[in-house]
């Protein structure tokens, strides 16, 4: 007998999704100001933590439920299928940096920056670099998230099919995987060098974490999550994160940290997600589930609608992000820095991805209802937005 | 706001020596005391000046690198040390080469060492680093191994992390590297050029326009001057440090 999955979908996810995905191109515009209000300055979790994990959840609910019904064959291909989609978002994705990066090289000219003109190198042997971007392994800047998600969902068919038998022995096999990936420093090759930002084999543990919250955990964890002590918990630990991150800033305060704690937790690594990282995004979700429940009003507010808007459509209102990053960034150098410019293009860059997002939902539901005889699969809108 | 950073700048004039007599043309390179704050201390410069003779090594990449169209920041720190040092014998050679990673100038150490006896190096690192994606976890390795080969043989490291592109910000991920190198700095206890927060703070200020498409070598030789000012300033403050107990800069 398999676990039956809730039905309702959760508007809290997509309407973290949809705040990380903000976050995230908030973040990716270099040198600008309005990053300021995201959460990696304030602990050591970021948005990618949050977009990895509702991901990890949105995916077994999505795709456990397809195979339950449809068989695991049918559930698997559907992933592999998305996976597919999102290979292809991340190949459009590096077409745009191509086309902005050769118009830079071309055009950028600067004794002082001899040196940094051999990030244009590449262009020289398209050869090699259009092969090792298919092959996922040459990674521009900013560009390392979509090949991480294409990983975990490519290789998602059988945890999920364990997780609806076994959901524990799942969650244990991908904590054996993690502290493997630690201890042997495993991770998948980089090209020109190196290996990959986001470690697959170590942050899968999110991505399953999240997958097993959606199949079985939720209400294991409930009586957790409700306890005064894990609040107090929580709570001290965000309040260590935050005095800790402040010291990034304010280099002074550094030395008010005590150098055996320093050598314990420093580097704390966002490559592999560094166990301090899991933490505090335990930290932070816990916190939310307990004060945001999924029946909240404010969830149905004009307010929230399009954080949610843009959590429901989040490939490709990701994919849209990181264009705008660039081009955000592009307007930013091209025309003035003032901080006045940078709140504009921030706000701007959210405000076309809202604008997109409710697009999207509108063709969605003008699609849904006009489809011709054949009934969509009851799961289609929420696969399409499940990712 | 000017007039009092110079009344400032007049009354912490007793502990920088000779000072004054740049502090004209200093206001050039203005940037605001806790980017070029040494932090922590040079006591093997701080006893070198002692002695008389100083010798600085900058390892480095194609932007440490003399002898170029424009005078670099390396013959401008030579020139800095001299005139705040008068009466010591400075030198500053640069070892640097283009498209040096930190674990290739991490390997020719030793050699360094045993051919210059240096009492300072200054180990600009990072770019080629993050621009060939070199594994995080190695460039840091590279680092620590690298500061602690230097100070096992009683040579003090300052670190200088990137120049600031904006042209190139968004395609160069420098970030986690420039972390990595300020950890590093906080880990072992040495300075930290934080040359990406100066030149940003340029940009910012409209002081150089970094982002100008030019052939010409007038702004970069103008920079170069005013990196190899900072950095002379900041070598000598970690020296006094060191040679006065007690009164660290924080």
């Known amino acids: 007998m398999l676990p039956a999955v809730s039905a309702e979908r959760d508007l809290r996810l997509d309407l973290f999704r949809g705040l990380a995905l903000w976050l995230i191109f908030l973040d990716h515009i270099p040198s600008n100001m309005v990053s300021w209000v995201t959460i990696r300055n304030y602990g050591f979790s970021d948005a990618t933590e949050i977009f990895v994990f509702i991901s990890g959840y949105t995916v077994a609910f999505v795709y456990g439920r397809a195979m339950r019904e449809r068989g695991v064959i049918v559930g698997g291909a559907r992933l592999l299928k998305r996976a597919w989609q999102v290979y292809v978002a991340h190949i459009f994705l590096f077409t745009i940096y191509m086309a902005e990066i050769a118009y830079v090289a071309a055009s950028f000219d600067n004794p002082l920056y001899r040196e940094e003109m051999g990030v244009f190198e590449f262009l020289k042997q398209p050869d090699v670099t259009l092969v090792q971007a298919l092959l996922l392994k040459f990674k521009p800047a900013n560009m390392d998230v979509l090949p991480l998600y294409i990983v975990l969902l490519a290789g998602f068919p059988p945890i999920l099919w364990l997780m609806l038998r076994q959901p524990t022995t799942a969650l244990a096999l991908s904590v054996v995987l993690y502290s493997l990936a630690w201890h042997y420093g495993l991770n998948l090759p980089a090209y020109p060098s190196g290996t990959w930002v986001f470690n697959p084999l170590a942050w899968q543990l999110l991505f399953v974490f999240g997958g097993w919250c959606a199949i079985s955990g939720g209400d294991r964890l409930r009586g957790l999550i409700n306890s005064w002590l894990v609040m107090v918990v929580a709570i001290a630990y965000l309040a260590f994160a935050f005095a800790i991150t402040m010291t990034w800033y304010f280099p002074p305060i550094a030395h008010h940290v005590p150098r055996w704690l320093s050598e314990w937790m420093y580097p704390i690594d966002k490559v592999n997600l560094d166990v301090l990282r899991f933490a505090h995004f335990l930290a932070l979700a816990v916190l939310t589930v307990r004060f945001i429940p999924d029946d909240w009003p404010g969830l149905k507010s004009r307010l929230l609608r399009p954080a949610i808007l843009c959590g429901q459509h989040s490939l490709e209102i990701f994919c849209l992000g990181v264009f705008l990053a660039f081009a955000g960034h592009f307007a930013l150098i091209e025309l003035s820095d003032g901080v006045g410019m940078q709140v504009l293009v921030s706000a701007l860059g959210i405000a076309i991805m809202v604008a997109a997002a409710a697009v999207i939902a509108w063709y969605k539901k003008v699609e849904g209802r006009s489809s011709g005889p054949r009934p969509r699969p009851p799961d289609a809108t929420l696969a399409g937005g499940g990712a | ?250």
Request: aromatic share 6%; with cysteine.
């Open chain 2, 1 to 250: 706001m000017r007039r009092s950073v110079g009344l400032l700048a007049v009354l912490v004039s007793g502990l920088l020596t000779s000072a004054i007599a740049v502090a004209g043309e200093q206001k050039l390179c203005d940037v605001p005391e806790h980017l070029v704050d040494a932090e922590y201390a040079a006591p093997q410069a701080a006893a070198a000046i002692a002695a008389k003779r100083l010798k600085i090594v900058v390892l480095g990449t194609f932007s440490s690198v003399t002898g170029g169209p424009f005078k670099s920041y390396p013959t401008r720190l030579e020139e800095e040390m001299a005139a705040r040092l008068p009466g010591v014998e400075v030198s500053v050679k640069s070892l640097a080469k283009p498209g040096e990673t930190a674990a290739t100038a991490e390997k020719m150490l030793e050699q360094v060492i045993a051919d210059e006896r240096p009492a300072l190096v200054v180990w600009q690192t990072g770019t080629v680093d993050a621009i060939r994606g070199v594994d995080l976890e190695d460039f840091r390795i590279d680092l620590s191994n690298g500061i602690e080969t230097l100070h096992d043989a009683k040579v003090d490291v300052v670190l200088m992390n990137m120049q600031y592109s904006p042209r190139t910000e968004s395609m160069i991920a420098l970030g986690s590297y420039a972390e990595a190198m300020r950890l590093v700095a906080v880990q072992y206890e040495v300075p930290l050029f934080d040359r990406f927060s100066v030149m940003k703070h340029w940009n910012e200020n409209g002081t150089f326009d970094l982002y100008a498409a030019t052939k010409k070598t007038d702004v970069a030789d103008r920079v170069h001057q005013c990196i190899g000012r900072l950095l002379g300033g900041q070598i000598v403050e970690a020296a006094n440090m060191a040679a006065k107990p007690g009164k660290d800069g924080n």
